[in-house]
């Protein structure tokens, strides 16, 4: 079985001089936000009391673990976000609560604009009703029956309220109530941000709004305009869980689980459209998010299952877990290229999985209610904890942590490899000829095995050093894509990847930016990541450039997938999902230009 | 008169002899405290800012002073650790205002200590409860208790608050340094061999 074992814990836990702040929240309603614009980034909750008769909820703002700020919500809030809304410096955060059929959007703490989803049509017969009603009290009774007939969720407020009271308050409602809108709105119940362009470090974002009513939104938080709007499928669901990957202005995905298990996917062309159904599970979700490198879909599941589905509803693979997933929560661990899935059980145990492996554990006091992971204070990667007893816990990745497998199955494959090594065939090795000069020198080499040794391994290092320096050096110092070298033409290379994967096409484009000389022995080289992308073909020769007639050559690049899970290596990230491309001149060991181009993300091949 | 001056002096040693590592977490003010030594000896400033992790260097009267910003990034680690070797002295800079990263700031302290190029070398280490004037400082007695330097048994450390923007506090701080260098280093075989040399003179 997995533990932490005699090992160091990967997390450093927090505590404070005081005692730990308590709080009542969820995921959804936890933000870390810049909120003072000084670099120090605060923790934001909705700590919702339900308590008193009223349930009321409060933003409180945390330095650290100090409470630093509160206010009263007008509401329960199903979500806070905090995301920017422009490029202007300094860059200022905004937040984004939304509460009902409302968000309420805050800079510097203050309330500032309030964007209410537009209203629902509402059935011509039941307007017609309410014409009806305060005039003709005869009719009273045939006009609630034709009421009752229309389906109850779709009706207004009003006329679900009016058919719940008794017969002796209808009057009166009816009298205060007879000239009122019959209007109806959906309730927000998830939001998430969505970039509206590339990941740079905070860049604006737009907001992704999932109303009860089965409504999927864009809003635009600018002008406060909706931007797109579908629904999550043909027929009216209720959404539950809301997980957003890719950026507004190219592609995006968002995914929807539903009450009912069902899980939706929603593309930038679905706008005005709707959903299409991923797959359906029979138990509901407790956990639904897209993961960012390879978008997979992992959901966690009421009966104890972890499970991984490919975009098109494919099951990949699916862990039992010991115990009710509570919530989940993806970790991206840049530093090390991976991102982890943390799930926390009822009971008070988190796991932290690595695809479908088990890479750590800690046990805190009780069930883990909500969790949030990112930038904290001047720390990068934090993790809060709230339980559902309404404590907080804040824990540091160490800067020393590793992450690997301890899944007993890998033991148990190594340990009945080696029993069969040993049993098997081992072929005896060949010997060399016994002369007295090797002897002299096993007898050396026997005594002074460590230095030996020792001094190999320093000079094999030194000389790994030496080669990866002068390669960095060469490459760094003509990364550009024009070159710099005045003694040939200058050239100019672009490049383009076309294709959804695995196999993609890379063309370049080389340009002879001079007038009049040309531009010859000319070679390219591509380098990658060997696990990540194999090219069949990894160097050409070109033919000479002339001065303005650009050359177009092409490669294959064929992204590597795992052959039984169909999902890119764990160590590819967004990051390192590049390809070099070095132009160089034959006989000469410094590159004309050294690029790197960013390989989209591949769709799995099913 | 630079604090520096007076360091090189006292020891007498021969020049570029001499590294003091400026460690701690990013922001905790080790480059406010590196230009204050810098603005104090009224020297030409060197700034090596080397790939991956921040290093600021200084070089003055004998003394190198570098700047290693022990922030978040792991895969550097071995580079920054490849300093300690070359070391006569270390300052180990706390933000004592960010309570939260104490524990991170323990947390690499231990590491440090631990350091097989440092764990049997007696070298002092100066910490600097750095921004004293915040808010939410905490005083240098709390810091020592809060990251147990009272179970630091083999090498000579010392604590005291700073702020790094005045100047309050790093003199202090400097000439305790200095005396313990010297200890360190008339103690140390090296020691004996730099007194042999500067006798020559
Ligand atoms: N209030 C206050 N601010 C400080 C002090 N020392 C440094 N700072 C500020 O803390 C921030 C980080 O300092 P810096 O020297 O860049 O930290 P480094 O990352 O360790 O090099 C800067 O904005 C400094 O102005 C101090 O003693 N008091
Ligand atoms: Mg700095």
Redesign the interface.
Known sequence: MATSGTTAPNW??????DEMPKLTTLSSCMALSDVQCD?YVRLLAADISLEDDEPSARLKVF????LKQEQLLPGIPAAIESLYIDETEPKTPVIAVAIAESVLFFRHMKPYFKFTIPALEVDDLELEVWRQLPVMPTKRDALLDSLRNLEHAKLSRKSQKLLQLSEEERESFISTHADSPVGRHGNIVAMCCLKRVSSDANPPSHLVLATDTGDILILEPQGFNLVYQARTCAYETTPSLLSVQGTFETDFSILVGTRNGGVYLLRKSTNEGHGQEVFKISSPLTGLLMLPIDQTIVVTTMEHFYQCYSKRGKLLYQVQLNALPVCILSLTLS??GITLLAIALQGGVVQFYLQRYLVDEFVVSSTVAAMLYGR??????VLTLVTQENQMF?K?L???ARFEPKSSALSLASKTAAGRKKNGDVSILDKPKKSSIFVEQAVREKQHAKATYGSFQVELWRLRHTAARATIDAINSSETSISGDLTHAPVKLAAEVCGTGPAFRLYLTVQNLSSFKMASNLVVLLHADRRHYTIQQSMARLPSVLPGVPLRVDFEVVAVLDPIDKLPPATLTLDNAQIRVMLLKSGQAKPLIAAAVSMPQSEAAF | MGMLHNLADLLKIKKDKMTILVLGLNNSGKSTIVNHFKKSNEQSAIMVPTVGFEQQQFYSMGVTIKAIDMSGATRYRNLWETRFKTCQGIIYVIDSSDYMRFVVVKDELEALLQHPDLMNRNIPILFYGNKSDCEDALSSVKIAAALGLENIKEKPWHICSSNAVSGEGLEEGVQWLVQHIRYAMLNSHDGAKLKAHSKNK
């Open positions: 450093l836990n927090v505590d404070t001089e670099g330095r650290g673990l100090r530093h090390f904290m204070g001047m720390e990068d990667h804040v540091i160490r800067r020393l």
